[in-house]
């Protein structure tokens, strides 16, 4: 059964999924507000191009590697991204990032997933955005948070999954910031690991 994450809230992943996850799916989904037409004839939504990144921090806090949709997986392939959705259409996740969590290697300590509008519009322009993680062995959900948190922000930064005591958990953070990818968010990321 999937937990609906709340800001700030942890949870454990093993002990969410009822048994041990080694494969892991942080799935982005979003639309675009629709327009009013006249007399609510003619409405129309604009594409909105939210991207999914993540990057990987080691025990000193320090940025090791990226996955974003320049850059599709990380150097060890432990980490990599389903490519650039550029309009927020259709149905379920928009784009993913998959982790194989028994690969990341022992230096990484943290992941933290972020979400930009690349061409720079606020999210007052969109609506239904979530993160989500599923197992990917089942493809059950495992968590979900809600990010259709509306306002002048353009970017947020979403989750945290760590290593604590052996085991991985995740972090809802949900912090809006400003910054058309996840190198502008970096000062603010530093606040969360």
């Not at 993160?131 to 922000?153: D, I, P, Y």
């Not at 945290?160 to 085991?167: C, D, I, M, S, V």
């Amino acid at each position: 059964m999937s937990v609906n994450l709340t800001k700030g809230q942890k949870i454990s992943l093993d002990k969410e999924a009822g048994g041990s996850l080694n494969r892991v799916v942080m799935g982005l989904g979003w639309d675009a507000v629709k327009s009013k037409g006249f007399l609510g004839f003619g409405a129309k939504s604009a594409d909105i191009d939210l991207d999914a990144s993540c990057v990987l921090f080691d025990d000193a806090n320090k940025p090791l590697d990226v996955v974003w949709f320049r850059q599709l997986k990380s150097r060890d392939g432990s980490v990599f991204h389903s490519g650039d959705n550029r309009t927020g259409a259709g149905d379920g996740d928009d784009e993913q990032i998959n982790v194989a969590l028994q690969s990341v290697p022992d230096n990484v300590r943290s992941i933290v997933f972020t979400v930009n509008s690349f061409t720079g519009q606020s999210f007052a322009q969109v609506e239904n955005a979530y993160c989500r993680l599923v197992s990917a062995e089942n493809g059950k959900e495992v968590a979900r948070f809600n990010l259709s948190v509306q306002g002048q922000h353009n970017a947020q930064i979403m989750a945290k999954l760590y290593r604590h005591n052996g085991e991985w958990k995740m972090h809802a953070i949900g912090e809006n910031g400003l910054g058309r990818t996840f190198d502008e968010l970096l000062p603010q990321i530093a606040q969360h690991l």
